[in-house]
C-alpha cells in the first residue's frame, strides 16, 4: 500500500530542514518571513535556511523570536527578477538568492527548496545545479487541483516547467504522475487522462496521438488505468486523477481556474449585497459560503512540485499571500517527511521506472 505524503515517516527523527527562497515573490519579503510564521506555529518539528538580503531579512525574524529560533539566515545581494531570462540567469545568477536556495539542496544542508520567483528560471537553476534523473527528457511542474474524487484533488502536470513536449515527454509525465498520486494522493491504481480537444482518438495533433498510443501500451506493466483523451471539463471531475498536458496548455488552464476562482467570489459578493433580502441570504449561507471559497482559493493548495530532479523543488505563485507561502512550505514539509525524493528517483533511475512502480509497496 502507498505511503500518504500527509502521513509523517514514524522512521524520522530529526526535524526537516527546508531551503526558502526569501526574494522571489510580487509581495516581498515581509510576505515570505510572514508564510513562515504560519507553518512554524502548526509544526516545530522543521528548520529553515532562508536565502536573501539579510539586512532585510533579520529585523522581520527580530519581531518572532519563536521563529526566528528555527532559521538560518544565508545571505544573497541579488534577486532573480520575473523579468529576467532564464539564460541570463544561468549566466549571472549565482549570487541570488534564488541560485544559493537551489544549492541548499544541491549541497544537501536543506530537502526541499521553496520559491516564489521566476518560474523558468527557477526550473532552469533547478536543472543546472540538481540535474535531471537519468531517463528524463524534460522536466515537469505537477500540481493538485481540486476535485470530485474521494481524494479531494487530481494531479496535473505539466503546468509550466516547459511548453513543449513530445510524445516520449507525455509518457514520462504519465509515469511520474500515477507515481506522485499513488505516493501523494494514496491512489493505488491511478486513472490517467490525456488532455485533448475532444475524446475521439482520431482529434489532437500528431504527437498527441503518439502519445496516446505509448501511454495506452504501457498501462498494464506500470500499473494504472489509462481512460484516454480528456478534455478541459474532466480536469476537476472524477473521471481522472492524472491529467497528463504540455506545458502551456497546463499553464493557461492553471491561470484560467485561477482567475475564475477571483471572479466567481467577487460577483457572489457584488450580489450579496444588492438588496436587503440577498444580505440576509448571505448572512445565512455565510458558512457553506466560506467553506467553498476556501476549497476553490488557488492559496490554500498552493505549490507546484519539479518531478524529475535529484532534489526537490516546489514552486510557489509569486503572487502568493502569507496563506499562500505557508502553503507551498507545508506541501514541501509533507514530501520531505514522506522521502518523496528518493522514491521516485528510484522508480526513474535506469529506466526502471514502470517495473518500480509496478511491485514498490511505498
Known amino acids: 500500500m502507498s505511503e500518504d505524503i500527509n502521513q509523517v515517516s514514524p522512521h524520522s527523527t530529526k526535524p526537516v530542514v527546508l531551503s526558502i527562497d526569501a526574494m522571489g ?11 513562515m510564521h504560519i507553518f512554524s506555529k502548526e509544526n516545530q518539528d522543521v528548520k529553515f535556511i532562508i536565502h536573501g538580503d539579510e539586512a532585510q531579512i533579520k529585523p522581520l525574524l527580530a519581531k518572532r523570536s519563536a521563529l526566528s529560533k528555527l532559521c538560518e ?3 544573497a545581494e541579488a534577486v532573480v527578477s520575473m523579468d529576467d531570462k532564464p539564460s541570463q540567469v544561468m549566466r549571472h545568477g549565482k549570487n541570488t538568492s534564488m541560485w544559493s536556495c537551489i544549492d541548499a539542496v544541491r549541497n ?5 527548496a521553496v520559491s516564489c520567483g521566476n518560474t523558468g528560471a527557477l526550473m532552469a537553476v533547478s536543472m543546472i545545479r540538481l540535474r535531471k534523473v537519468p531517463g528524463i527528457n524534460r522536466p515537469a511542474i505537477a500540481i493538485l487541483w481540486p476535485s470530485e474524487n474521494p481524494q479531494g484533488s487530481n494531479v496535473m502536470l505539466d503546468v509550466g516547467a516547459d511548453i513543449r513536449a513530445e510524445a516520449s515527454d507525455l509518457l514520462q509525465y504519465a509515469l ?4 506522485y498520486a499513488r505516493n501523494g494522493l494514496d491512489v493505488k491504481r491511478p486513472r490517467i487522462g490525456l488532455l485533448n480537444v475532444g475524446t475521439e482518438e482520431h482529434k489532437g495533433r500528431i504527437e498527441l496521438k503518439e502519445a496516446h498510443e505509448r501511454i495506452s501500451e504501457q498501462a498494464e506493466r506500470a500499473n494504472f488505468e489509462f481512460v484516454g483523451f480528456v478534455e478541459g ?3 476537476p471531475s472524477d473521471r481522472v486523477d492524472v491529467i497528463v498536458t504540455d506545458g502551456f496548455t497546463g499553464n493557461v488552464a492553471l491561470k484560467t481556474a485561477e482567475g475564475t476562482a477571483l471572479v466567481v467570489r467577487k460577483l457572489l459578493s457584488q450580489t450579496f449585497k444588492q438588496t436587503p433580502f440577498a444580505m440576509l441570504g448571505g448572512l445565512l449561507a455565510y458558512g457553506a459560503l466560506r467553506r467553498l471559497s476556501k476549497r476553490i482559493d488557488p492559496r490554500h493548495s498552493n505549490g507546484g512540485v519539479f518531478l524529475g530532479l535529484n532534489g526537490t523543488v516546489v514552486k510557489s505563485h509569486g503572487g502568493a499571500d502569507a496563506n499562500g507561502i505557508a502553503a507551498a512550505i507545508r506541501l514541501a514539509h509533507q514530501l520531505a517527511k514522506n ?7 528510484a ?6 521506472m514502470i517495473n518500480n512502480d509496478v511491485t514498490s509497496k511505498d
Open 347 to 352: 522508480r526513474v533511475a535506469s529506466g526502471s
Open 25 to 35: 515573490g510580487d509581495l516581498g519579503v515581509p510576505v515570505v518571513i510572514a508564510g
Open 73 to 75: 539566515i544565508h545571505h
Open 176 to 179: 511520474m504522475g500515477a507515481s
Open 339 to 345: 522521502g518523496f525524493t528518493d522514491k521516485l528517483a
Open 233 to 235: 471539463t474532466d480536469i
Open 108 to 112: 544537501k544542508q536543506a530537502e526541499v
